[in-house]
């Protein structure tokens, strides 16, 4: 477990070394293994952790550069957010019932779908879309979706809206800024700094978290009859 957690943390902090050595290894195969890591990202809810928004950066960086198709990555990657979503929607039809039941699913972490349903209650429908863009928020939405019972309908339109936007908005973003003298210069940095920049909401929301349950706690110390 040890080596495995240091090898990913290796992974992360040289991300730009091991995706180009992906690229000169796999040759075509590497659209074949991003789009799995894409499907799985958004399809899976137990691969929240898989990279998303640094992934598509570097791709894109890697699309200017000339190493990479940008306009297969484009269209490749944007079926496997849709697809990704889809399968989660239908996972979460699927498993609803038996956590209304108050079933326990053991692959499922409560405050993931806790706060999903919070995203929801504030956005609504248009979570779908707004979630692309936040880590773990966007592997649980189309799962609470599922679960909600949304229409279909309703569902693959924000679906396809949103993956498309996240997809495109951050291929672009590495293809036009990826290979700036400065960003090549910090490549490191910057991508640590997209993966820095997804996180915060989580460790924003484990915070607030934790200082409601300590309120709660509080009031609850307060509100004992003294002895």
């Known amino acids: 477990m040890l080596d495995l957690l240091l090898q990913l943390k290796d992974m992360i902090l040289h991300f730009d070394v091991y995706l180009e050595e992906w690229i000169r290894q796999l040759g075509p195969w590497i659209y074949v293994l991003m789009f799995m890591v894409i499907f799985c990202e958004t399809g899976l ?19 200017a550069k000339g ?3 940008l306009p297969v990555l484009l269209v490749s990657l944007i079926i496997a957010a849709i697809l990704g979503d889809t399968l989660n929607y239908w996972i979460g039809a699927w498993l609803g019932p038996r ?21 929801f209650e504030r956005y609504g429908g248009k979570t779908i879309i707004l979630a692309r863009f936040a880590p773990i928020v966007r592997t649980f939405a189309p799962f609470v979706a599922g679960m909600g019972h ?16 996240w997809i495109t908005l951050f291929l672009f973003a590495g293809y036009w800024f990826g290979n700036l003298p400065a960003v090549q210069k910090n490549f490191k940095l910057v991508i640590l700094g997209i993966i820095f920049v997804s996180i915060l909401p989580g460790v924003f929301e484990f915070w607030r978290e934790r200082r409601r349950l300590k309120e709660i706690a ?3 110390g307060q509100s004992e009859p003294p002895a």
């Open 150 to 165: 949304m229409t279909y309908r309703r569902f693959m339109a924000y679906n396809v809206i949103g993956g498309t936007i």
């Open 45 to 63: 809810v137990v691969t929240p952790f898989l990279p998303g928004d640094s992934l598509l950066f570097a791709l894109g960086a890697y699309a």
């Open 99 to 119: 956590i209304f039941r108050g079933e326990k699913i053991r692959f499922l972490n409560p405050k993931h779908l806790e706060r999903t349903h919070e995203f």
């Open 67 to 69: 190493a990479l198709s």
């Open 218 to 220: 509080a009031r609850e």
